[in-house]
């Protein structure tokens, strides 16, 4: 995550291209240029391009402030990233581009033909999709051995972790190049070995937030309760004791009549149901919506919320809390 030595031996860096102005997007460019890449950031959104490098900038004196990279080197990582509506231009001179436009599959499958259309066979595609299945995107594509998902975590110039995902016709020459080019941008790249939607993380999170739902909607608890309770119950010790470590530590046996009695009692629905959907229908969105969601954000909170997770994320990656790259396997 820190900017690389400068040593002379050093090969070039490929340029990345990004496509997809908007949060991922900006982060991920963002992270790229942190390690030394140069990045072209594509999108749409011409009135989002205003704003892009003065947020990234604010980010990065804001990191820097609490050990992350050097306000010194502010300068230098936000040229790295130039910002154009021109695909064609984004992708001229790229190894490696990295999709972050909404997740959608249609969307993302006439986005890859264009790309396929415009960029050599040798450049590695990669898409940033939450959930959606990599070989169903790589359907577009005319050579899809050299397409893989690059998952990150929001916000990717903090978050270590990004899920290669390769799908079924993804060359494994693909899956060790990607590999090795996210932990050269500073991330610690985990190898999903089957292409199952959502990956690890997003499997994880999401049964995590169906639970979270069905015990508000049961009467079991309110929203607070169930925030208040992961935040400094189980939420606050993840890190350090994540569940096959825990389930090590406290004796498998005792595991097996646990889950046996608890699971039949757990929700298992597979749709969302009216406390999202009432309050979709209501235009009750959070903090998009005047900040009315679960509850009711003013703005100053929402910023100090924001600032919250980048403060707690930064003093973490400064301390090497966050792990470090060549500490980990790529391997799952
Ligand atoms: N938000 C997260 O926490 C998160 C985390 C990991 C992965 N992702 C995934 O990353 C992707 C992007 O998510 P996001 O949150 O940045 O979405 P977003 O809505 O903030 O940004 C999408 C951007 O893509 C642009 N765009 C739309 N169509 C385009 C096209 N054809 N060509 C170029 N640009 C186009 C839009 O103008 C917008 O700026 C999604 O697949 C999402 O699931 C999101």
Redesign the pocket.
Known sequence: MTQPSGAAAAPPKERIAV???????QACSQAFAMAGFEVRL????DE?FRGVKERIRRDLVFIAERGVGSAADVDATVARITTTADLAAALDGAGFVLE????DLE?KRA?FRQVEALAGPEVLLAT???VIRITEIAEALALPGRFVGA????PAYLMPIVEIIPGEKTAPETVERVTALMAAAGKIPVHVKKDAAGFIGNRLLHCLYREALHIVEEGIADADAVDLVLRYGPGSRFQVMPPFEHMDMVGLDLIVPVENYLWPHLGNESKVGPLLTDKVAAGELGFKSDGVGFRTWSPEEQKAFRERLLDHLARQVAAGALGRPEAHSPHS
């Open positions: 496509i997809g102005g908007g949060m991922m997007g594509q999108s749409l959104d989002l972050c436009i909404p997740e969307l986005l940033n999709t939450s998952h990150w975590w929001t």
